[in-house]
């Protein structure tokens, strides 16, 4: 048996045991588990989504570009939520533990445990381009950030009241009633 | 071949080595303290901004100081429980409401997977029961005489500063949206719970300046961005401008004009920042095209209102500068504009603050000769209930080509659709003035719509990951709609709305861009003598 075919026929205790763990990553994940609809449970859909997609690609040996979307679609969220920027990437390397724990679960695929340095280094690049995206991400949070500021909304905050700073300027004003 | 037991292998998810933090909760919730670090709370209020406030009528907002949500100490009153417990019978004492949430919830658990923080944090404290339950279990310790025996054995627990600190972090993660409480059989407002929290906390000088310095503002210059009467007009002025040099069409407002017969308020946000102000100069041109005798006030010159995020005081005191314009001025109804939160207070909570608004008369547009009964007590009706009505007898003439760039779909706006029962007319407005629109899917529109996450005041950059977050609900649905159907526009009608909106979208959706509905009336308008420039854009075109 070759990896690949190994990597089909395990398809389902793969994902399974990969989404399982990475959705473990959240404080209550049960919900994110659980609920199948899109839009009630958009991380936990989007992540299995997500995963289900990147492990086809990487059986079908797609080219990184092809993995884009998918990892976006993962790493998009986690680069917003309490995690790390090691751990908004970590799924992506559990995988290579998970798929070892599932052929060594079987007699028939244990032998292929030698040959998996070709999915390993998949893997590893999969998950440097996860990087990058979760880079990409933070970087769009900044620009945000700053366009923000730029279109006039943190007048909200911070602004200067022309009548204020002319009474502070009145010798024995009293400055702080006006913010 | 061998079979590989998922059961089996979901023991070693636990087990095996793992380069993720298992997190599976090991400690009961109460047990678990919340921790504050740069990027997961709100900025606090400044302590000039909290003394002008306290030193003003009608309002109290004592204990101003500076501190930290990141220090151990919050430099907190000394008698600071007594000031809460105290807060909170008197609470218990004025509000019927209050006292029955505190007591019927039968922790169904309907509302838990409904909060958008919920859903974007995976934060068990997100759930709206467990968020209310921060402030029941101090209740039931404090309040009932089973708490009072048995303590935590049913769910009571002590007023600590612990406490306090996680009512801070989980009440200013809560837009007040009321999503959950569509789904409480029991009709828990979750929404006035959090508004209690928040009240609470400024009894102890706890608060965020987002909210605070907006309230300030407000209190002193009449709007969010402290604008003097003379920035607020010559803003309008140069939208004005833009109008004529886009459509040839000159329009001149009025500005605290005695004896006009509507005064129209609106956000500030509408006259000062993109996108609002396409929104505001597509009601300017709504205005000239049925030539409306209207006002604007430069006093009365926003709809928001932060008070509702901040005390029942300071809500009434900014909703009665609205009412106290309009008499001044001796118009006879009020027409407001695309904004969010105003409707909330306007339709649940400004009649037995400050109503009835018997000095008004009962809105009759005076195009249509149409009489909005529904806005028979507090005389004020939605710029989407008015614009409908001429739609619908035929007073204003539409081009939809005009809109030909736009594919949008609609963001019902929380407090609009909750709280107003704005559905429809919106959607009517969307079918005359566009080819095309299209629907979310419905669990996430109509009564059901997920907020922008960012309501209440926690539109600030800061907290900027939290808001994405939170806001991943709507956006996830606005992602389906612009690759199924190519929707590059949504559409809403709230000014909190334009703004967080537009960010959220940059960071999922960037295809999308955000405009509110009067915008997209503005841009499909045909007016008598205009000399229309070709707006490949809409009004948004550079010329």
């Not at chain 2, 314009?325 to 909570?349: D, F, N, S, T």
């Not at chain 2, 996450?453 to 808001?467: F, H, P, Q, V, Y």
Request: proline share 5%.
């Amino acid at each position: 048996m070759e990896v690949t075919e190994a990597l089909t026929s395990k398809k389902q205790e793969i994902l399974s045991v990969w989404i399982e763990r990475t959705l473990d990553s959240y404080i209550a994940p049960g919900f994110f588990k659980s609920a199948k609809d899109p839009f009630a449970n958009p991380v936990g859909s989007n992540i299995t989504a997500g995963l289900t997609a990147l492990f086809d690609l990487l059986v079908a040996k797609a080219d990184l570009q092809a993995c884009a979307k998918p990892l976006d679609q993962v790493v998009r969220i986690r680069a917003v939520q309490e995690f790390t920027p090691a751990q908004a990437v970590a799924p992506f390397l559990e995988l290579k533990w998970v798929v070892k724990q599932v052929l060594s679960g079987d007699k028939a695929t244990r032998p292929l445990l030698g040959k998996l340095d070709a999915l390993d280094c998949d893997i590893d690049r999969m998950a440097l381009t996860a990087f990058n995206i979760y880079s990409e991400c933070r970087e769009q949070l900044y620009r945000n950030r700053i366009r923000e500021l730029k279109s006039g909304r943190a007048l909200l905050t911070d602004a200067a009241c022309p009548s204020a700073l002319l009474r502070r300027e009145q010798p024995g004003a009293d400055a702080t009633t006006e913010p | 071949m061998a079979v590989v037991k998922v059961d089996k292998l979901a023991r070693s998810v636990a087990e095996g080595p793992s380069l993720m933090t298992g997190s599976i909760p090991t400690k009961n919730w109460m047990d678990v303290p919340a921790v504050f670090k740069p990027g997961n709370y709100a900025y606090p209020a400044k302590a000039e901004v909290i003394r002008y406030l306290d030193s003003q009528k009608g309002v109290s907002f004592p204990n101003a100081r500076e501190w930290s949500p990141e220090d151990d100490d919050w430099k907190l009153p000394e008698n600071w429980k007594e000031i809460i417990l105290q807060g909170l019978a008197d609470r218990l004492d004025r509000f019927r409401s209050l006292k029955i949430f505190m007591d019927c919830c039968v922790r169904c658990g309907a509302c838990a997977d409904k909060c958008h923080f919920f859903l974007g944090t995976g934060d068990p404290k997100n759930m709206p029961v467990l968020r209310a339950e921060l402030l029941r279990s101090v209740y039931r310790k404090e309040f009932t005489r089973a708490g009072k025996i048995l303590g935590r054995m049913v769910g009571g627990r002590e007023m600590t500063v612990g406490v306090l600190k996680e009512w801070f972090m989980y009440a200013y993660q809560c837009t007040e949206c009321r999503r959950c409480s569509v789904f409480c059989p029991y009709g828990i407002d979750t929404a006035e719970i959090t508004m209690m929290l928040r009240e609470l906390l400024h009894m102890v000088g706890v608060g965020i300046n987002w909210a605070m310095e907006p309230v300030a503002n407000s209190n002193r210059t009449g709007n969010h961005m402290g604008l003097t009467p003379q920035a607020f007009k010559g803003n309008v002025e140069f939208l004005c401008d833009d109008i004529e040099n886009l459509t040839g069409i000159r329009v001149n407002p009025t500005f605290n004009r005695k004896g006009a017969e509507v005064l129209f308020i609106t956000p500030s946000a509408d006259v000062f920042a993109e996108p609002g102000i396409f929104t505001c100069m597509g009601y300017l041109l709504l205005f000239e095209a049925i030539g409306l005798d209207y006002t604007w006030s430069t006093y009365a010159s926003e709809g928001g209102n932060f008070g509702l995020f901040t005390s029942n005081e300071m809500m009434k005191k900014l909703n009665g500068k609205m009412y106290a314009e309009a008499k001044r001025l001796g118009v006879r109804w009020i027409l407001g504009g695309e904004c969010g939160h105003m409707w909330r207070v306007l339709h649940q909570y400004m009649d037995t603050m400050n109503g009835p608004a018997d000095f008004l008369e009962v809105p009759r547009s005076p195009i249509t000769g149409t009489v909005f009964e529904n806005a028979a007590s507090t005389k004020m009706i939605h710029i989407s209930e008015f614009t409908a009505d001429l739609i619908k007898n035929n007073k204003i003439k539409l081009d939809k080509s005009r809109n030909a760039h736009v594919v949008p779909t609609f963001h019902d706006s929380c407090n609009p659709a909750r709280a107003m029962g704005l559905l429809d007319e919106p959607r009517y407005i969307l079918d005359n003035v566009v080819d095309n629109w299209f629907e979310m899917p419905p669990n996430t529109i109509r009564e059901q719509t997920f907020c922008c996450g960012s309501g209440t005041a926690l539109n600030t950059d800061e907290i900027m990951e939290l808001r994405m977050r939170s806001g991943l609900p709507r956006a996830n649905a606005v992602r389906y709609v612009h690759e199924k159907h190519g929707v590059n526009t949504l559409g809403c009608v709230c000014a909190i709305d334009r703004a967080t909106l537009t960010t959220l979208m940059n960071y999922w959706v960037p295809e999308v861009q955000v405009a509110g509905l009067s915008e997209l009336v503005g841009n499909a308008l045909v007016i008598e003598g205009e000399q229309r420039q070709d707006l490949t854009e809409g009004l948004r075109t550079l010329v």
